[in-house]
């Protein structure tokens, strides 16, 4: 008898999960970053191109010097991160990859990036432009890329030696990206 109450409990359960409709920013895609364990971008990146879903590992090049060589190497330009495209609804086919720790959100509710940076910044690190990572800023001139393929993005003006950059804050995952642009392409944010 107990186990026939049992399936009873079991069988509405399962009709009310049926029932229950998820509501509609699930089905939505967005952008969002994933959070991985060291190191392991790359492998992530690979197993999210296996399983079909929509991933950006955007990469730098830089040159290590050992004792005995010089390697050239590819590194994460956000590293600990892979940004991926996709529903809520379908998550767990980011967070089933074990390299994966999480989607970066707020109350334990992923948070999507914005699609138009995330467009902008893909099609501009499509293009062979000198980019490296930086430190997270949070102090210094905001301003706003006006041309070039970078147009529409913000961040804070830095000066080098050959030219002028501007350091481009993802404040989601705070991590920033250093990238070099022509002074008539940059303005006053909010101007």
């Keep these: 008898m107990a186990s026939s109450t049992a399936r009873i409990t079991i069988r509405g359960t399962t009709e009310y999960a049926k029932a229950a409709a ?5 089905a939505e895609e967005h952008w969002y970053a994933a959070y991985t364990r060291a190191q392991h971008e790359k492998t992530v990146a690979a197993e999210l191109g296996m399983r079909e879903v929509e ?48 989607l970066v959100g707020f109350n ?8 138009t940076e995330m467009e902008i910044m893909r099609a501009g690190l499509s293009q062979s432009l000198s980019v490296e990572p930086h430190p997270f800023l949070t102090v210094g001139r905001h301003v706003r ?20 950059r501007v350091i481009v804050s993802l404040g989601l995952i705070q991590r920033s990206v250093a990238v070099d642009v022509d002074i008539a ?5 909010g101007g």
């Design 55 to 102: 991933h950006f590992l955007p990469l730098y090049g830089s040159v290590r010097r050992w004792k005995d060589r010089r390697v050239q190497l590819e590194s994460p330009l956000f590293p600990g991160y892979v940004f991926v495209r996709l529903a809520l609804r379908d998550r767990l086919r980011v967070l089933q990859i074990q390299s994966v720790v999480r």
């Design 145 to 164: 890329i006006t041309g070039g393929p970078f147009a529409g993005l913000q961040g804070v003006l830095r000066r080098k030696k050959s030219g002028t």
């Design 185 to 189: 392409d940059v303005r006053p944010a």
């Design 22 to 26: 998820l509501p509609a920013v699930w």
């Design 108 to 115: 334990g509710q992923p948070t999507a990036l914005p699609d």
